[in-house]
């Protein structure tokens, strides 16, 4: 397969390094990722500066790699619309350090890469690890080709994207393989304020995770008990179960509209 | 109602104070949102740099009014954890100049202040006007404090938010309300290579709407017909009717991972 590798920690992270190395003992490797860390970045793209791509050669065994002067979903849509002469077969997106569950993946630059590749048509896997330290990326590794040979050769459901949380310990203490929702991961809303040396208040986000008691099936739950959790997520946000009941609400009249006379 | 006001377009534009004054003449508004235009922004944070908030004077009937060096989720978050004194009782972002229908609200600034206020808890609406003209701002305006007011006497389901989107016409020329899915808005993924002054490579993107014909009850449709459309929309993105399938794939199995001995 051709595999397009890309992240939000940008190209020098370690994580990108040992997926994108270890994707390539077994497939074709492009790795086009961000120039520097685009953590918290959302599914942004940019529109109102030029883009540049440039080329380095730092990883082994990957046909192709360079980074690019923007978010995530740029990177995964310049590659596929400038920069790649063939379409890739799949778009894997990490390993990034630090965990992409529940709410977290609304502000993920590493889920959204991987969501640009499905909104492309392309198969797509976003992979994290639910650690800041750089430990065990190779688990992560591992279990991306495993699940990539294994995508290979299923079809995922329209508008679908796998998100993989990998515990931050070693491969042979994983306890398996959980397929799972995602849960609630709550933050501390706080703000730091301070003053500047010229009297001007700022402020600092210095949100923390909480624990979070959650359900036995989700995808937070699963890898704090040790595995490896999977969860298919989509892109079609309408909430479908609600659409009959807003009909009813005293809104969907023509008249309810102040009109002009 | 204590309502907080945001938007993408940046505060000196023209749909937000619209917005906010309409809102102003029925319920206390404060409005916080960014200095200047972060359309394209996602669901992005800011983490690594300081936020000020800077007062200003430009809105009749508003009860405080500042702008703020983010994003859009930045702006709600920090209003919401730092500036009001009081929760407000719903966000409501906009009027965006510009439509956010289909996959356009992936990439959305707009739709994610609303999202950022439906995560933290509040009732929140995104409304946006589907031209890039700055023309009949007031039909969104008229329909924001309509769609306000009964959202008031109701209950969204979790997670849940109303995402708007308003035909770029004279209010009495609206045809009404759709309850709508959202849509399939396609566009040419195509960017402009150029060369720079040194002789190096730099690309624009340069993607443009395609016309595509979708099914009856989508957003897209409903606007095109001269209608509001009203989409819920939420932020659990679980693929729940794929789960099932996604446990008989071959990657549940432990022995599936190359456990190092």
Same mark, same amino acid.
């Given at each position: 397969?051709?595999?397009?590798? =890309?992240?939000?920690?940008?190209?020098?992270? +370690? /994580?990108?390094?040992?997926?994108? @190395?270890?994707?390539? !003992?077994?497939? @074709?490797?492009?790795?086009?990722?961000?120039?520097?860390? &685009?953590?918290?970045?959302?599914?942004?793209?940019?529109?109102?500066? +030029?883009?540049?791509?440039? @080329?380095?050669?730092? *990883?082994? $065994?990957?046909? *192709?790699?360079?980074?690019?002067? /923007?978010?995530?979903?740029?990177?995964?849509?310049?590659?596929?619309?400038?920069?790649?002469?063939?379409?890739?077969?799949?778009?894997? =997106? /990490?390993?990034? &350090?630090?965990?992409?569950?529940?709410?977290?993946?609304?502000? =993920? $630059?590493?889920?959204?890469?991987?969501?640009?590749? !499905?909104? #492309?048509?392309?198969?797509?896997?976003?992979?994290?690890?639910?650690? *800041? =330290?750089?430990?065990?990326?190779?688990? /992560?590794?591992? *279990?991306? #080709?495993? #699940?990539?040979?294994e995508l290979a050769t299923k079809e995922l459901p329209s508008k679908t994207l796998l998100n993989v949380n990998i515990p931050a310990i070693p491969a042979d203490q994983v306890k398996g393989v959980k397929i799972t929702k995602l849960g609630v991961h709550k933050y501390t809303d706080i703000f730091e304020k301070r003053t500047d040396l010229r009297g001007k208040h700022y402020y600092w986000f210095a949100g923390e995770s909480l624990e979070y008691q959650d359900e036995e099936d989700t995808d937070i739950v699963a890898v704090k008990k040790g595995y490896i959790s999977v969860t298919p997520i989509h892109y079609d946000l309408t909430n479908y179960e609600f659409l009959n009941d807003l009909k009813n609400w005293d809104v969907n009249i023509k008249d309810k509209i102040e009109v002009k006379k």
């Open positions: 397969m051709r595999i397009l590798v =890309s992240n939000d920690d940008g190209i020098f992270a +370690p /994580g990108i390094k040992i997926l994108a @190395e270890k994707l390539a !003992t077994e497939h @074709e490797v492009y790795v086009i990722a961000p120039d520097r860390e &685009r953590s918290a970045n959302g599914h942004a793209l940019t529109l109102n500066k +030029p883009l540049r791509a440039e @080329e380095v050669n730092i *990883f082994d $065994g990957v046909k *192709f790699a360079c980074h690019v002067n /923007g978010t995530p979903a740029d990177c995964v849509k310049l590659a596929i619309g400038a920069i790649l002469e063939e379409m890739p077969d799949m778009v894997i =997106s /990490g390993i990034n &350090r630090g965990q992409n569950m529940g709410t977290d993946i609304m502000y =993920s $630059g590493t889920v959204s890469a991987a969501m640009e590749g !499905t909104i #492309l048509g392309i198969p797509s896997i976003a992979l994290s690890l639910a650690s *800041f =330290s750089d430990v065990h990326y190779e688990t /992560g590794a591992e *279990f991306a #080709l495993k #699940l990539a040979n």
